[in-house]
Every structure is written in structure tokens, then in C-alpha cells.
């Protein structure tokens, strides 16, 4: 079928040429599995393989799209018609006609970089590294529940538009993690996860697995877990807290990346997920947060679950920046979005599958570390709370207002890790909060972290994302109640 694309992209795309002003070809394959365990037992193992195309066309200013899994020139004569007559009903109700940000022309090829491929090696190899997990975990006899899993996505892509562009991509994605704890009543769990809640995903092969650090962890969190049973209530009260920089990848997620997506910005989400506040007329005005806050968007980050060479509409990976010194400057953007703003795409325009149109979408969103280690930012803080491992979270409408709750904490005294707590929470307001904020971690303690399933869109879409960040303090934060 690859070598075929080509071909078939020709046909479709000089059928569409002569009636619009731009129309591109977009195919994608995606192999999926997913290996789970739960309490040593295995679960049902869910593999996939999809593989289709779809074309977009702009005519009269409006969009038009549709897509298939049928490859015969019928199949294609139709889809170039579907997509062109969707385009000429939407110009008659459409307000804004569409306009594209000027984006150079590529003809290259771009891979993921990896040493192994995990869909060649034998099930039961990877079987016996989540059983293996499993008996680590059982060693703590306190614990009464626990799960692993493996998951890997590899995707095929090709691009070629009428504006000349012709892109292949070849993107592999691997994640892992486990879960463990106490089932102590009625709806009362107590429970830890490692890396995060959802597991550590980059881009990479199998190879890429052990540096997750799982099985150096596994000791500590079943310990923790068991811990939790007796750990004291988060107190209500205004104080210090510092994030885990896996907490920080969600909040940087709910309260910068959302907020950012242009689309969203311009009202896209209004009937679904909400807007923002981050409106354009804000642009290089919003203190967005403290002047040690600087914020790319960098889909050539290595390893990076949003990392690839170019987006769904051809635009090239990059590094931008979106917030700098605390400064709004810049959006997550597609050509359509960017144009409106007098601005170069910033490479945001993804579609899950090739069955769905690209919107704005987080990519690798990327808070940059200033120098201090966590043990240096906690000897700073007289009375506070370090909070470790996404367990809830909830933010309103508008991106302005949000409550985010976390597995476990400790009680910070004395520059000090004290007590630990249960189920702590904080919440606060998205700017006041980032502003707020005064010390951003250390390079040597900074992650990237992968999102699986970021969720946007009518019909809904689920994105792969990625935030970066090392430890995070906020001085006069809201905990509790």
C-alpha cells in the first residue's frame, strides 16, 4: 500500500485541484497493543490495526472533509466530491472565510528514533516483564490490588497537498506503568502509581521502558500505599505548596496548554469543553505568570509524546515560545487559526486517525527549569506541602478556575518533608496561581511527560500530548477544603 500512496494521492488531488483553492491527502496506518495485568492475572490483550485516508479541501473560504478505508478509484472520485460539496453547503452558513498562514513546501521523510521495535518481539516476552512487576508488588503483603501495563502505537503516515508538499512520517510510541493498593471499604481506596497515574509514554521502542525506573520503584510505592491507611487528613489552610513534576505536567496541561489552543480561543470548544480567557486582544499584554516563566511549544523535542517532524497539515516541527518572562506571546495554532493573529502556525493541527479533521492540539508543552533542586527548594519553605501523583482534577469553562487533587502528600516543616497526607488537594485561579509561582526546579530534575488521552472535539478526538517540567513551588495556595 506505500508504495502506492503517491499514485493515489495524484488522483485524488487533480480531481480536487481544479475546484478549490487548496485540498491535501492525508493516509495514516496505526498498530496498536496493549498489555495489562491486574492483581498477577492477565487481562484480555487489545491489539489494532487501522489504516485509511482523507481529504480536506477549501472552497468559497470554508472547509470541507471526508474520509475511508476504501482503496478503489470509485471509492476516491467520491470522497473528493463528498468533501468538495461539504465545503460549498458550509460557505453559505459560515461566517469568517478561511485563510491559510503561509507554510513552506517539503518534500522529506521523518522517523522516530528507536532501537526496538516492541510489535517484533514475542507476547510472552512482555508478558513476563508485567508478571515479573506483579511479584514485586505482591512481596508487600499489605497490598490487596495491583496493575501493570505495556502499551505501544506505532503510525504510518503520508501528507501531499496541491500546494506541492509530500511528507512520510513514521512515528513509534511506547508507554508503561503500575498501580497498587488497599481496597479498605465501602468505596475507600488507598493506592500509589508510578511513573504517574496514567503510566510515563514517550516516543521510542522497547528500549526505552527500563529508564522509567519502575522496578527500582516498586518497593516504595506499595510501601506508601500501605501508608496511606494511617496518614493524617490534608489540612485547609493557605500555604506553600511544591508539585511533583508530574503534577506539574497537569497543571501545565490544564492551565496553559488548554488555554492556548487557539481554536478553542476562538470559540471552537464553546458547546463541549469551554473556552479561554487567553483571548488575542491579551496577546503580549497577559502577565500570564512570574517573570521566571517561560514556556515553548517544541514538537522536536526529543522522546516527546507529541513529537514528530511535521503536523497534519504540513507545517515543520519546531520550537516556539508561548509565554516568555510571564508574557503571553504566542498560541498552540493550525494555519487557519494562526492567520487570524497575523502569526506562522506553531505546528499544532493533529487529527486523531486518519477518520477525523486536524483541530489544535496541545503538542509538547515545555516549562523551563531555572536552576534549583528540589531539596534547595524545599529547605526554603517554613511550613508547606509537597503533593506527588495526579489522583483528580476539575477547572471550569473558561480555563480560570480549577481544584486539582493528588494521590499523597507530605506535611513541608522546617525545610523538610514531615508527615505524610492522604488524598491531598489544592485549587486557585489560573493566573493568580502562575503568578505565584517562584521557583521553577532544576535541568537535572526536569521531565517530559507523556499524555495519553487528551480529550477535545465534536465528534470527540483523543490527541497525544506531552508536558515538561521539573519541581514547581507556589507561595499562598489554597489546600484543602
Same mark, same amino acid.
Given at each position: 500500500? @506505500?508504495?502506492?500512496?503517491?499514485?493515489?494521492?495524484?488522483?485524488?488531488?487533480?480531481?480536487?485541484?481544479?475546484?478549490?483553492? =487548496?485540498?491535501?491527502?492525508?493516509?495514516?496506518?496505526?498498530?496498536?497493543?496493549?498489555?495489562?495485568?491486574?492483581?498477577?492475572?492477565?487481562?484480555?490483550?487489545?491489539?489494532?490495526?487501522?489504516?485509511?485516508?482523507?481529504?480536506? *479541501?477549501?472552497?468559497?473560504?470554508?472547509?470541507?472533509?471526508?474520509?475511508?478505508?476504501?482503496?478503489?478509484? &470509485?471509492?476516491?472520485?467520491?470522497?473528493?466530491?463528498?468533501?468538495?460539496?461539504?465545503?460549498?453547503?458550509?460557505?453559505?452558513?459560515?461566517?469568517?472565510?478561511?485563510?491559510?498562514?503561509?507554510?513552506?513546501?517539503?518534500?522529506?521523510?521523518?522517523? @522516530?528514533?528507536?532501537?526496538?521495535?516492541?510489535?517484533?518481539?514475542?507476547?510472552?516476552?512482555?508478558?513476563?516483564?508485567?508478571?515479573?512487576?506483579?511479584?514485586?508488588?505482591?512481596?508487600?503483603?499489605?497490598?490487596?490490588?495491583?496493575?501493570?501495563?505495556?502499551?505501544?502505537?506505532?503510525?504510518?503516515?503520508?501528507?501531499?497537498? %496541491?500546494?506541492?508538499?509530500?511528507?512520510?512520517?513514521?512515528?513509534?510510541?511506547?508507554?508503561?506503568?503500575?498501580?497498587?493498593?488497599?481496597?479498605?471499604?465501602?468505596?475507600?481506596?488507598?493506592?500509589?502509581?508510578?511513573?504517574?497515574?496514567? !503510566?510515563?509514554? *514517550?516516543?521510542?521502542?522497547?528500549?526505552?521502558?527500563?529508564?522509567?525506573?519502575?522496578?527500582?520503584?516498586?518497593?516504595?510505592?506499595?510501601?506508601?500505599?500501605?501508608?496511606?491507611?494511617?496518614?493524617?487528613?490534608?489540612?485547609?489552610?493557605?500555604?506553600?505548596?511544591?508539585?511533583?513534576?508530574?503534577?506539574?505536567?497537569?497543571?501545565?496541561?490544564?492551565?496553559?496548554?488548554?488555554?492556548?489552543?487557539?481554536?478553542?480561543?476562538?470559540?471552537?470548544?464553546?458547546?463541549?469543553?469551554?473556552?479561554?480567557?487567553?483571548?488575542?486582544?491579551?496577546?503580549?499584554?497577559?502577565?500570564?505568570?512570574?517573570?521566571?516563566?517561560?514556556?515553548?511549544?517544541?514538537?522536536?523535542?526529543?522522546?516527546?509524546?507529541?513529537?514528530?517532524?511535521?503536523?497534519?497539515?504540513?507545517?515543520?516541527? !519546531?520550537?516556539?515560545?508561548?509565554?516568555?518572562?510571564?508574557?503571553?506571546?504566542?498560541?498552540?495554532?493550525?494555519?487557519?487559526?494562526?492567520?487570524?493573529?497575523?502569526?506562522?502556525?506553531?505546528?499544532?493541527?493533529?487529527?486523531?486517525?486518519?477518520?477525523?479533521?486536524?483541530?489544535?492540539?496541545?503538542?509538547?508543552?515545555?516549562?523551563?527549569? %531555572?536552576?534549583?533542586?528540589?531539596?534547595?527548594?524545599?529547605?526554603?519553605?517554613?511550613? !508547606?506541602?509537597?503533593?506527588?501523583?495526579?489522583?483528580?482534577?476539575?477547572?471550569?469553562? &473558561?480555563?480560570?478556575?480549577?481544584?486539582?487533587?493528588?494521590?499523597?502528600?507530605?506535611?513541608?516543616?522546617?525545610?523538610?518533608?514531615?508527615?505524610?497526607?492522604?488524598?491531598?488537594?489544592?485549587?486557585? &485561579?489560573?493566573?493568580?496561581?502562575?503568578?505565584?509561582?517562584?521557583?521553577?526546579?532544576?535541568?537535572?530534575?526536569?521531565?517530559?511527560?507523556?499524555?495519553?488521552?487528551?480529550?477535545?472535539?465534536?465528534?470527540?478526538?483523543?490527541?497525544?500530548?506531552?508536558?515538561?517540567?521539573? =519541581?514547581?513551588?507556589?507561595?499562598?495556595?489554597?489546600?484543602?477544603?
Amino acid at each position: 500500500m @506505500t508504495k502506492e500512496l503517491p499514485l493515489i494521492a495524484d488522483l485524488i488531488l487533480m480531481r480536487a485541484k481544479s475546484r478549490c483553492q =487548496y485540498a491535501d491527502f492525508r493516509f495514516e496506518e496505526i498498530a496498536s497493543e496493549r498489555i495489562a495485568t491486574a492483581s498477577q492475572q492477565v487481562e484480555p490483550i487489545e491489539k489494532s490495526l487501522s489504516a485509511g485516508y482523507a481529504v480536506r *479541501v477549501l472552497k468559497d473560504g470554508a472547509w470541507g472533509f471526508a474520509a475511508s478505508c476504501r482503496f478503489d478509484l &470509485n471509492e476516491y472520485e467520491r470522497i473528493v466530491d463528498t468533501a468538495i460539496n461539504i465545503a460549498e453547503a458550509s460557505a453559505h452558513v459560515s461566517g469568517m472565510p478561511v485563510k491559510l498562514a503561509p507554510e513552506a513546501v517539503y518534500r522529506e521523510k521523518y522517523q @522516530t528514533s528507536f532501537q526496538t521495535d516492541p510489535f517484533a518481539l514475542s507476547l510472552k516476552e512482555k508478558l513476563d516483564l508485567l508478571l515479573y512487576w506483579e511479584e514485586l508488588i505482591a512481596k508487600n503483603q499489605g497490598i490487596t490490588f495491583s496493575s501493570t501495563f505495556l502499551d505501544f502505537r506505532k503510525t504510518t503516515k503520508f501528507f501531499r497537498s %496541491t500546494e506541492g508538499s509530500e511528507i512520510e512520517q513514521l512515528l513509534m510510541q511506547t508507554g508503561a506503568g503500575i498501580n497498587c493498593g488497599i481496597a479498605a471499604g465501602h468505596r475507600q481506596r488507598f493506592e500509589r502509581s508510578f511513573p504517574s497515574s496514567s !503510566g510515563q509514554y *514517550v516516543t521510542g521502542g522497547y528500549e526505552v521502558i527500563p529508564t522509567f525506573g519502575i522496578e527500582d520503584n516498586i518497593e516504595r510505592i506499595a510501601a506508601e500505599a500501605v501508608a496511606l491507611q494511617s496518614a493524617k487528613e490534608c489540612p485547609s489552610a493557605e500555604t506553600t505548596i511544591i508539585l511533583s513534576p508530574d503534577m506539574a505536567s497537569l497543571q501545565i496541561h490544564e492551565s496553559i496548554g488548554h488555554p492556548l489552543e487557539l481554536d478553542r480561543v476562538f470559540g471552537a470548544e464553546r458547546n463541549f469543553s469551554g473556552a479561554s480567557f487567553a483571548t488575542p486582544d491579551k496577546l503580549g499584554k497577559l502577565k500570564y505568570g512570574s517573570d521566571i516563566i517561560d514556556v515553548f511549544a517544541d514538537t522536536s523535542y526529543p522522546g516527546g509524546l507529541a513529537t514528530y517532524g511535521f503536523d497534519d497539515e504540513g507545517v515543520r516541527a !519546531g520550537r516556539r515560545p508561548l509565554i516568555k518572562e510571564g508574557v503571553l506571546v504566542d498560541y498552540l495554532s493550525s494555519r487557519e487559526t494562526a492567520h487570524r493573529i497575523g502569526k506562522p502556525s506553531t505546528g499544532a493541527a493533529r487529527a486523531d486517525g486518519w477518520g477525523n479533521m486536524p483541530i489544535c492540539r496541545i503538542t509538547n508543552v515545555l516549562l523551563e527549569a %531555572t536552576g534549583q533542586r528540589f531539596k534547595d527548594m524545599l529547605a526554603e519553605v517554613d511550613d !508547606g506541602i509537597y503533593l506527588e501523583t495526579i489522583r483528580s482534577w476539575s477547572i471550569d469553562d &473558561n480555563r480560570e478556575n480549577f481544584q486539582m487533587g493528588t494521590e499523597v502528600g507530605w506535611e513541608i516543616k522546617s525545610g523538610k518533608l514531615g508527615e505524610m497526607i492522604k488524598a491531598p488537594a489544592y485549587s486557585g &485561579n489560573t493566573v493568580t496561581f502562575w503568578n505565584s509561582c517562584d521557583s521553577t526546579g532544576s535541568r537535572d530534575e526536569w521531565v517530559l511527560w507523556g499524555t495519553p488521552n487528551c480529550g477535545k472535539g465534536q465528534p470527540g478526538q483523543n490527541a497525544r500530548t506531552a508536558q515538561g517540567s521539573a =519541581y514547581l513551588r507556589f507561595r499562598n495556595v489554597k489546600v484543602g477544603r
